[in-house]
């Protein structure tokens, strides 16, 4: 056994020594640029190789000792221990460079063999830790008082890349292979975005997305940035936290539900025939099914949604937009429903929302990818989330977390 681990150990470091003597003074940088494609194309060869079998044991036992993970950097074996790219510790020790005038392995040499799978040179080795020593001041301390100046800076480069990031997603789902066209200078942040997505052609559009991003803009609410965290992870942690709501409705989704059901209303009722008597009908028939009437309704409001009137203002400016069957249908139902819900007794917001209007006027423009319309959304509410992140750091917020009850003390509350 032991002569094995000696056998081992020698080839090992006869290895390491001709890959030191033939190492030069490339940079770490440099020279994982000539190790990685030769990896990735070793692993694309062999990829529909069989390297072992599935037990039950390894699935009740957390896959221990499973072959089923890459670890590039290191590899344990239960009799030699653990091996650095073939390397074992006394190997490394024989053959990693020391710092001046000492002796033992310093964290630098280690970190370009853990990288490359290559013993560096004194020289790479003196270079890197130049690099790292270059690079190794923290930051001078800033006062509280002037959190919200890096904040600000940093929610201004978020807020100017956002439409790029969405456009990206519209063309890689729904265009995919089409290039993107780059930001121009001369355009505001959703003429670039209207451009970006392919409708830079189409004024009326780009004009209403202005508007429709602008309104949506803030909804109050926030929680994950009190935590100091920077606005890249408190806005992505805030979408992800609220995908649910972001993707069923009431919220994001609930333009998409009344394009949906509008659509539907249009289909059975006629696109120009349509009488208020023909919609009131349609309203009944959906409240009777159990449904409700999407676009309506509004958990603080109970007046009209000022965006739904600002919307309608706007389909009121664009002859295109008075002569569409879509946006007609709006507007009559609009003229209809709020009677039809008072009636039914149920609701205590019979007024439109904005959801009302949204969708459908951007169905008309032709942005017909009803799921991309959450993108849209999530574009606009960083208006008003980037904004409190601002403000929160200017006044020193502090940590928001809020007190939590039990169901007994929350019944003994009730009671009291």
């Known amino acids: 056994m032991l002569s094995r681990i000696a056998r081992s150990r020698t080839a090992a470091f006869r290895f390491a020594s001709t890959q030191r003597r033939l190492a030069s003074t490339k940079s770490l940088r440099e020279t994982l640029q000539e190790v990685i494609p030769g990896r990735s194309r070793s692993s694309s060869r062999s990829s529909q190789t ?18 089923a993970m890459l670890w590039e950097a290191s590899v344990l074996d239960p009799i030699e221990g653990i091996r650095f790219h073939g390397l074992s510790i006394p190997d490394c020790q024989k053959v990693l460079p020391a710092a001046p005038g000492g002796k033992e392995i310093i964290p630098e040499s280690m970190l370009w063999l853990l990288l ?30 002037e959190y919200w100046t890096y904040t600000l800076e940093d929610c201004i480069n978020l807020m100017a890349r956002l439409p790029a990031l969405a456009a990206r997603i519209y063309r890689n789902v729904y265009k995919p292979g089409q290039d993107i066209p780059a930001i121009r200078k001369d355009l505001d942040l959703i003429g670039n975005y209207s451009n970006m997505l392919g409708y830079g052609g189409n004024e009326s559009l780009t004009e209403y997305l ?36 972001l993707t069923l409705p009431p919220h994001s989704l609930a333009n998409q539900e009344v394009l949906r059901w509008q659509m539907a209303m249009q289909k059975e009722l006629g696109h120009l025939t349509s009488t208020h008597e023909d919609i009131r009908a349609y309203l009944w028939k959906t ?37 569409s069957p879509i946006v007609d249908l709006v ?27 949204s969708g459908c006027v951007l169905y008309h423009y032709g942005l017909t990818e009803f799921k991309y319309y959450t993108v849209i959304f999530g574009v606009s509410r960083a208006l008003g989330c980037l904004t409190q992140l601002v403000w929160a750091r200017a006044l020193g917020l502090p940590l928001e977390r809020p007190k939590s009850v039990s169901m007994d003390v929350l019944e003994k509350l009730v009671k009291q």
């Open 116 to 145: 490359t799978g290559q013993v560096p040179s004194t020289e790479q080795t003196r270079a890197l830790s130049q690099e790292l020593a270059e690079k190794g001041e923290l930051p001078k301390g800033i006062k509280k008082a």
């Open 210 to 245: 202005r508007l429709y991003i602008a309104l949506h803009g803030d909804h109050e609410g926030d929680l994950v940035g009190s935590t100091l965290s920077d606005p890249y992870l408190a806005y992505s942690a805030a979408l992800f936290a609220s995908r649910r709501a």
């Open 331 to 357: 507007n009559k139902t609009f003229e209809v429903a709020p009677d039809v819900l008072k009636e039914h007794g149920k609701t205590k917001n019979p007024w439109p929302n904005v959801d009302a209007t």
């Open 287 to 323: 409240l009777k099914s159990g449904q409700v009437v999407p676009g309506y309704g509004h958990g603080v409001l109970r007046n009209p949604d000022p965006r739904f009137i600002a919307l309608q203002e706007f389909c009121q400016a664009k002859p295109e937009l008075k002569q």
């Open 50 to 67: 069989v390297v072992g079998d599935v037990k039950v044991e390894n699935i009740i036992g957390g896959m221990r000792g499973l072959k």
